[in-house]
C-alpha cells in the first residue's frame, strides 16, 4: 500500500457531496416541525458572527471599565446564550450529517474543525481536546488572512461518563465561551445528556427515503461504469443496509472490486464490512505474524475491512498482545500519529497521506512489539467497545453485568467498562474471598462471576 491513487479513494470520499447544491438534503425536523436543516444551520452560522461581534466589542469596552475599577464595582462580561452558540444533529449513522456540516463550511469559505468526542476518556481529555478550538484566534491568524472557523463535534452521545461525572457541564461551558459556531452529531438520543438538550436547537435528521438512495446508488454506477448491477441488485444493497447511505456507497464500492465473475446478488449477500471471523484473523495475524512493515502492510492489502473500522479494531486489541509499558507507549504514540494524519485527510483532502495513515496505525503499531516468543500461544480478540454506531458490542453475559452494576452506581456504559470492571477483575483476582464479596453485592450468577476471574 504505496500509493493511493484518485481511483483508489474511498467512495463515501470521493462522492462527499462539496456543497449543499449538491446534496440530496434530509428530513429535518425541530419538536414536530420539519425545517430545511441547510437554511437553518447556514442562518445559524451567520447570525453567529453577528451576535458574537457585538459581544466581543461590548466586553473590550467592560474590560477596559474593570480595569481602573475597583473590584466590587466591575462589570460582568458577556456571553452569548447556548442556543446561539451550538446546534446538535440527531440521527442515525450515514444519513449525512457530517456531510452537511463539511459542504455548508465549504459553500461559506470556512474552515472546519472536527473532533470525535466518544474517543476520549476523561473530562480532562475531552477539556484539553476541545479548549483550543473553541478559542477566539490562533497565533497564525493574526499573520495572514485566516478563514472563519466552524467546529464539528461528532459522537456526542458518545462522550464518558455523561452521568453526570463533568463531561456535559465541560461542553456547556465550552459552548458558552466559544469564538465560533459548533454543530455536535449524535446518533440517538440518551437520557444522561438532558441537561446539554435543554440548553441548545436540537435537530432531528431522518434517513433518505430509498428511492432517493436509488437515484444517488444509479448515479455512482454510471460514473464508475459499473454493468453488472440492476436495479433489483441496487435496492437489495439499500435494503441491506436500512437507511444508511454511507452503507450503501460502501457495498458498491465493494461489489465493484468483487469477482466479475461471481454473480452480483451472492456478493451482495456476501458483502459485509465488518466480517466479524475475517476481521479476527485479521488483527491476529498483524500482531502475531507480521515481523516487518512489508507484510503488515500485505496484510492490510488483502482485506476489505474498512480502514476506520480496522482502526478501531486494531486500538482495542492493543493491550492483549503487547504487554511492556514501553512498548504499548510507544504503540500509542503511533496510534495517535495515525489520528493525525486521517484528520489532515478529511480536512483537506490529501489522499495521498492514506498509506502513511495504515502504515501507522497498523504497521507502526504492530511492530512496536519488541519482545516475542516463538510460540506465544492463544490471544484473545474482542470487538471494539464503542463503534461509530454507537454501540456496544457486548456479549449476553456482559450486558447483564453492566445492568447489575448500573443499579448499585449510576454511572455510564463506558464507565462500566472502561474503569469500574477492570477494577473488578484485579479486586476479584486478589483472592476468591473479595470475589465472593462482589458477586454477592452485585448478585451475580456463575456465568457473570466467570467474567471478573
Given at each position: 500500500?504505496?500509493?493511493?491513487s484518485?481511483?483508489?479513494?474511498?467512495?463515501?470520499?470521493?462522492?462527499?457531496?462539496?456543497?449543499?447544491?449538491?446534496?440530496?438534503?434530509?428530513?429535518a425536523?425541530?419538536?414536530r416541525?420539519?425545517?430545511?436543516?441547510?437554511?437553518?444551520?447556514?442562518?445559524f452560522?451567520?447570525?453567529?458572527f453577528?451576535?458574537?461581534?457585538?459581544?466581543?466589542?461590548?466586553?473590550?469596552?467592560?474590560?477596559a471599565?474593570?480595569?481602573?475599577?475597583?473590584?466590587?464595582e466591575q462589570k460582568?462580561?458577556?456571553?452569548?446564550?447556548?442556543?446561539?452558540?451550538?446546534?446538535?444533529?440527531?440521527?442515525?449513522?450515514?444519513?449525512?450529517?457530517t456531510?452537511?456540516a463539511?459542504?455548508?463550511?465549504?459553500?461559506?469559505?470556512?474552515?472546519i474543525?472536527?473532533?470525535?468526542?466518544?474517543?476520549t476518556?476523561?473530562?480532562?481529555?475531552?477539556?484539553?481536546?476541545?479548549r483550543e478550538?473553541?478559542?477566539?484566534?490562533?497565533?497564525m491568524?493574526?499573520?495572514?488572512?485566516?478563514?472563519?472557523?466552524?467546529?464539528?463535534?461528532?459522537?456526542?452521545?458518545?462522550?464518558?461518563?455523561?452521568?453526570?461525572?463533568?463531561?456535559?457541564?465541560?461542553?456547556?461551558?465550552?459552548?458558552?465561551?466559544?469564538?465560533?459556531?459548533?454543530?455536535?452529531?449524535?446518533?440517538?438520543?440518551?437520557?444522561?445528556?438532558?441537561?446539554?438538550?435543554?440548553k441548545?436547537?436540537?435537530?432531528?435528521?431522518?434517513?433518505?427515503s430509498n428511492?432517493?438512495?436509488?437515484?444517488?446508488?444509479?448515479?455512482?454506477?454510471?460514473?464508475?461504469?459499473?454493468?453488472?448491477?440492476?436495479?433489483?441488485?441496487?435496492?437489495?444493497?439499500?435494503?441491506?443496509?436500512?437507511?444508511?447511505?454511507?452503507?450503501?456507497?460502501?457495498?458498491?464500492?465493494?461489489v465493484?472490486?468483487?469477482?466479475?465473475e461471481?454473480?452480483?446478488?451472492?456478493?451482495?449477500?456476501?458483502?459485509?464490512?465488518?466480517?466479524?471471523e475475517?476481521?479476527?484473523v485479521?488483527?491476529?495475524?498483524?500482531?502475531?505474524?507480521?515481523?516487518?512493515?512489508?507484510?503488515?502492510?500485505?496484510?492490510?492489502n488483502?482485506?476489505?475491512?474498512?480502514?476506520?473500522f480496522?482502526?478501531?479494531?486494531?486500538?482495542?486489541?492493543?493491550?492483549?498482545?503487547?504487554?511492556?509499558?514501553?512498548?504499548?507507549?510507544?504503540?500509542?504514540?503511533?496510534?495517535?500519529?495515525a489520528?493525525?494524519?486521517?484528520?489532515?485527510?478529511?480536512?483537506?483532502?490529501?489522499?495521498?497521506?492514506l498509506?502513511?495513515?495504515?502504515?501507522?496505525?497498523?504497521?507502526g503499531?504492530v511492530?512496536?512489539?519488541?519482545n516475542?516468543?516463538?510460540?506465544?500461544?492463544y490471544?484473545?480478540?474482542?470487538?471494539?467497545?464503542?463503534?461509530?454506531?454507537?454501540?456496544?458490542?457486548?456479549?449476553?453475559?456482559?450486558?447483564?453485568?453492566?445492568?447489575k452494576?448500573?443499579?448499585?452506581?449510576?454511572?455510564?456504559?463506558?464507565?462500566?467498562?472502561?474503569?469500574?470492571?477492570?477494577?473488578?477483575?484485579?479486586?476479584c483476582?486478589s483472592?476468591?474471598?473479595?470475589?465472593?464479596?462482589?458477586?454477592?453485592?452485585?448478585e451475580?450468577?456463575?456465568?457473570e462471576?466467570?467474567?471478573?476471574?
Open positions: 500500500m504505496t500509493t493511493v484518485k481511483e483508489n479513494i474511498p467512495w463515501v470520499e470521493k462522492y462527499r457531496p462539496k456543497s449543499i447544491k449538491e446534496m440530496a438534503l434530509p428530513i425536523k425541530v419538536g416541525q420539519k425545517v430545511n436543516i441547510a437554511e437553518e444551520l447556514r442562518q452560522i451567520l447570525r453567529f453577528k451576535e458574537k461581534s457585538k459581544i466581543n466589542e461590548a466586553n473590550k469596552e467592560i474590560r471599565y474593570n480595569r481602573t475599577h475597583l473590584e466590587k460582568e462580561e458577556l456571553k452569548l446564550a447556548p442556543e446561539k452558540a451550538a446546534v446538535l444533529l440527531e440521527g442515525p449513522p450515514g444519513v449525512g450529517k456531510t452537511i463539511y459542504a455548508l463550511a465549504n459553500d461559506l469559505n470556512m474552515e474543525i472536527e473532533t470525535n468526542a466518544s474517543d476518556r476523561t473530562k480532562a481529555a475531552l477539556e484539553n481536546k476541545l478550538t473553541t478559542k477566539s484566534r490562533g497565533i491568524d493574526f499573520v495572514v488572512q485566516s478563514k472563519k472557523k466552524l467546529i464539528l463535534i461528532d459522537e456526542i452521545d458518545g462522550i464518558y461518563g455523561v452521568t453526570d461525572r463533568g463531561a456535559v457541564p465541560t461542553i456547556i461551558k465550552l459552548v458558552e465561551n466559544t469564538q465560533f459556531p459548533i454543530i455536535m452529531c449524535s446518533n440517538e438520543y440518551k437520557q444522561n445528556l438532558k441537561s446539554l438538550y435543554n441548545i436547537r436540537k435537530f432531528e435528521v431522518e434517513s433518505l428511492e432517493e438512495m436509488l437515484r444517488i446508488a444509479r448515479k455512482i454506477v454510471a460514473k464508475e461504469k459499473i454493468s453488472n448491477l440492476s436495479v433489483k441488485d441496487l435496492n437489495l444493497i439499500i435494503n441491506k443496509n436500512s437507511g444508511d447511505l454511507r452503507g450503501v456507497i460502501n457495498d458498491l464500492q465493494g465493484s472490486q468483487g469477482s466479475s461471481k454473480d452480483s446478488g451472492e456478493l451482495i449477500s456476501k458483502l459485509s464490512r465488518d466480517n466479524t475475517d476481521i479476527f485479521l488483527v491476529r495475524d498483524l500482531f502475531q505474524k507480521a515481523n516487518s512493515l512489508k507484510e503488515a502492510r500485505d496484510i492490510t488483502k482485506s476489505n475491512v474498512d480502514y476506520n480496522l482502526y478501531k479494531w486494531i486500538n482495542e486489541n492493543l493491550t492483549s498482545f503487547i504487554r511492556h509499558n514501553s512498548e504499548i507507549a510507544e504503540a500509542y504514540e503511533n496510534l495517535s500519529s489520528d493525525e494524519i486521517f484528520g489532515r485527510i478529511r480536512k483537506n483532502q490529501y489522499w495521498s497521506l498509506p502513511y495513515f495504515y502504515d501507522l496505525f497498523a504497521g503499531v511492530l512496536s512489539r519488541k516475542r516468543t516463538p510460540d506465544e500461544g490471544r484473545r480478540v474482542v470487538f471494539p467497545r464503542y463503534t461509530s454506531s454507537g454501540v456496544f458490542s457486548l456479549s449476553a453475559n456482559e450486558k447483564s453485568i453492566v445492568e452494576i448500573q443499579k448499585k452506581y449510576k454511572i455510564s456504559d463506558i464507565e462500566v467498562i472502561q474503569d469500574f470492571i477492570p477494577f473488578l477483575k484485579a479486586l483476582n483472592s476468591r474471598k473479595q470475589l465472593g464479596n462482589v458477586s454477592s453485592w452485585f451475580l450468577d456463575a456465568k462471576k466467570k467474567i471478573l476471574k
